[in-house]
Nanobody, 126 residues
């Protein structure tokens, strides 16, 4: 059974940095792509970043490009989201997701992902 567990959320000042982690377990993830999404109450879930586990190919939302970096540690089965120069509008619950059919045309869609973590809250103060 696939399990994704996020950690690293918290309160950070605008302009600061935070690193989120996602621990993946339950199967071999070499054929998977991993994504980070975020959601605020009353709004739809928003794509943030994704990475193909085997190739390392990355995708980013325009709103975080140049500030956030997604990476993975194959040996530890961990995926990270390094968040730099954070803004108040980055405040959200951040969730990790995994899927096997993630391509250049569907990586932004949450329905493309099969498994989800419970999420971790990130709050950016101004």
């Amino acid at each position: 059974q696939v399990q994704l567990v996020e950690s690293g959320g918290g309160l950070v000042q605008a302009g600061g940095s935070l690193r989120l982690s996602c621990a993946a377990s339950g199967r071999t993830f070499s054929s998977y792509a991993m994504g980070w999404f975020r959601q605020v109450p009353g709004k739809e879930r928003e794509f943030v970043a994704a990475i193909h586990w085997s190739s390392g190919t990355t995708y980013y939302a325009d709103s975080v490009k140049g500030r956030f970096t997604i990476s993975r540690d194959n040996a530890k089965n961990m995926v990270y989201l390094q968040m730099n120069r954070v803004k108040p509008e980055d405040t959200a619950v951040y969730s990790c997701a995994a899927g096997t059919q993630i391509y250049f045309y569907n990586f932004r869609a949450s329905r493309s992902y099969d498994y989800w973590g419970q999420g971790t809250q990130v709050t950016v103060s101004s």
